[in-house]
Structures are given as structure tokens and as C-alpha cells.
């Protein structure tokens, strides 16, 4: 299979592990009323290079080392921590894919980010790319010690079935705008595929290019269906979704494109790298979309290393 197919556990993973699943939940944190001259040992002790600014358990701001060591050469010690805090603070939601955190460290070179919770925007815990290594060679040691245990007779079960033609169908319904659900639908198959004895190779590219089908849905439409069809020689997705259509597929497909409105980017979506990705991960890709109606798209995985191809039409 061609070098560009070659989807790593890591990059599995990614996709799969939420935010919350590997944060420091045990957050130290100064109040807004707090003195600025407060800081010294707390920077000092804890060994940290800034601070979340914390009022009745909502994050207001954060004051970092930087802050300090200017209001320490301008004689501002005795100024509230209010007064020369950040307030404009990039955080990432406990809910969201661990992917989207990757993407804000390479894009904005922070080293930690504060993390809310999407609902009540209550401070939950803090990120660093330590926490994110540490979190999946975790997971990495654990999926390995279930994959064993899980491997049981579906891995031989096309082998068992007699019958000229045999494929298994799975549908799953993504509703739209529902970002606490959103990763669910990529997340099961991914399981089930695994439980099949699908290759772990062939069982990542799917589970990446399901989840951006079906980030797509949520973020883009009213609601769609994905359905699975899982034969002895490929895999095929179909995503089909009620929403507003794409304009222009050719545009669209380009990196980092997006028509997502600033409050889906400010929860952490619409990178405009979701079709990208599928077309990355497939080895055939059909896209069709009608403006006010909905877009069909089709992406096929094959078991035997056949070349790939793919289309995409707009009406």
C-alpha cells in the first residue's frame, strides 16, 4: 500500500481519546482579586509559567510569567491580578477530539491550554503535550492488552458464512449540532471493525475518515445517516446528510478551506481539513451535493490493494 496510506496508531488515536481523558484535572489557579505580588512563590515553587484566573469556578483569565516580570520592572506588584491578567484566553472544551488539541499546539505554539467544560465554561483541568504523550502511550498499552481479549471467532466470520455474496450493514444516525455525541458514530465502528479482525491498518483510515464524515454532519447540517457495508474484499462508507449542499466541491476540497461560522471554530471545529483527510485515507472517494438539499458522499477501502480513484459532482 502506498506510503500516504500508512496511518499510524498514534494518528488513530487522535481521533478516538478526548481531551478530557488525559488533562491534569488538579488545577492550580489565583483569583482575579488576588495581588500580583501574591505570585512570586507560587511561579516559583510549583515551577509554572503561568496561571488560570479562576471566579466562582468559571475561567475569567490568565496571568503568566511574562505578566509578572512586567509589572515587577514597573513597580506594579500591588496591582490585582485583574488588572494585568489576559482575558482573551484560547481554551479547549474537555469533550472535544484530542486532535483538535494537536492542531492548536502546532498552530499556535502555546505550551499548555486551559480546558472548560463546553457547557457551563467551569474550568476542568489544564493540557500540556506531555499530558497528551502521556495519554496515549496509556492507551496505546491498554488497547493493545483488549485487543487481544477480543479476539474471537468474528474475526473468521466470512469464513463462516455460506453464501455467494455476503455483506454486513451498519447505520448510525449523527444528529446535527450535537457536539457532546459528535465522534460516537466513528468511535463504534471503529470498535467493531477491530472485533471483525479487520487489519489494524485498514480499521484506522476508516475510523479517521468516518470521523470527518461525520464532523461534517454535526457541524454543517440538521442531522445525516452514515451507513457501513463491510464485504470480504472492501469497506464502504456512505454518509448522507440534509443540509444546506456545498457550492463548490473543488474549493472545498482544499486544505484548509472552511465555510464553518466563527462560534463552530470557536468550539474547536471546522478546520476545513475534514474532506482532505477522507480523500487521504481512501482509496476511492464520490461526492455529490445539491444546494438546499443535502450531500451524499461515498468513500470505499479496499481489502486486496487495488488502486484508488474518486469523483465529485455538484448540482
Not at 481531551?19 to 492550580?28: A, L, S, T
Not at 495581588?35 to 483569565?61: A, F, N, T
Not at 455460506?162 to 444516525?173: G, N, S
Not at 483527510?277 to 455529490?288: G, P, R, S, V, Y
Request: with cysteine; hydrophobic share 35%; proline share 3%.
Amino acid at each position: 500500500m502506498a506510503g500516504e496510506k500508512d496511518i499510524t496508531k498514534v494518528q488513530e488515536l487522535v481521533y478516538e481519546i478526548k481531551v478530557e481523558q488525559v488533562m491534569c484535572r488538579d488545577v492550580i489557579v489565583v483569583s482575579p482579586h488576588n495581588l500580583m505580588s501574591e505570585l512570586r512563590e507560587l511561579l516559583r515553587d510549583k515551577r509554572i509559567s503561568g496561571v488560570p484566573v479562576v471566579e466562582d469556578g468559571r475561567l475569567v483569565g490568565l496571568v503568566s510569567i511574562e505578566d509578572f516580570i512586567t509589572c515587577l520592572s514597573e513597580g506594579k506588584m500591588k496591582r490585582r491580578v485583574e488588572e494585568c491578567m489576559s482575558r482573551n484566553v484560547k481554551c479547549l472544551y474537555g469533550n472535544e477530539a484530542l486532535v483538535s488539541a494537536v492542531e492548536q499546539f502546532d498552530r499556535l505554539g502555546y505550551g499548555r491550554f486551559p480546558v472548560v467544560d463546553r457547557e457551563s465554561g467551569r474550568l476542568v483541568g489544564v493540557v500540556t503535550k506531555g499530558d497528551i504523550v502521556r495519554g496515549l502511550l496509556k492507551r496505546m498499552e491498554v488497547d493493545y492488552h483488549a485487543e487481544e481479549i477480543h479476539r474471537y471467532r468474528a474475526s473468521h466470520i466470512f469464513e463462516d458464512i455460506i453464501a455467494d455474496k455476503t455483506t454486513l450493514i451498519f447505520q448510525y444516525r449523527v444528529v446535527g449540532k450535537d457536539f457532546e455525541r459528535a465522534g460516537e458514530t466513528s468511535s463504534g465502528l471503529r470498535k467493531t471493525l477491530r472485533r471483525m479482525g479487520i487489519p489494524p491498518t485498514i480499521v484506522r483510515r476508516v475510523a479517521i475518515a468516518t470521523y470527518e464524515a461525520e464532523m461534517n454532519i454535526v457541524v454543517f447540517t440538521e442531522g445525516g445517516e452514515i451507513t457501513a457495508r463491510v464485504t470480504p474484499v472492501e469497506i464502504r462508507v456512505e454518509a448522507v446528510d440534509r443540509g444546506p449542499g456545498i457550492p463548490d466541491i473543488e474549493k472545498a476540497m482544499q486544505p484548509g478551506y472552511s465555510t464553518a461560522p466563527d462560534w463552530v471554530r470557536d468550539l474547536g471545529f471546522g478546520a476545513g481539513m475534514g474532506l482532505n483527510n477522507i480523500q487521504k485515507c481512501a482509496d476511492t472517494m464520490h461526492l455529490e451535493s445539491t444546494v438546499g438539499e443535502g450531500t451524499r458522499l461515498e468513500i470505499g477501502l479496499h481489502l486486496n490493494g487495488r488502486e484508488k480513484h474518486g469523483t465529485a459532482h455538484h448540482r
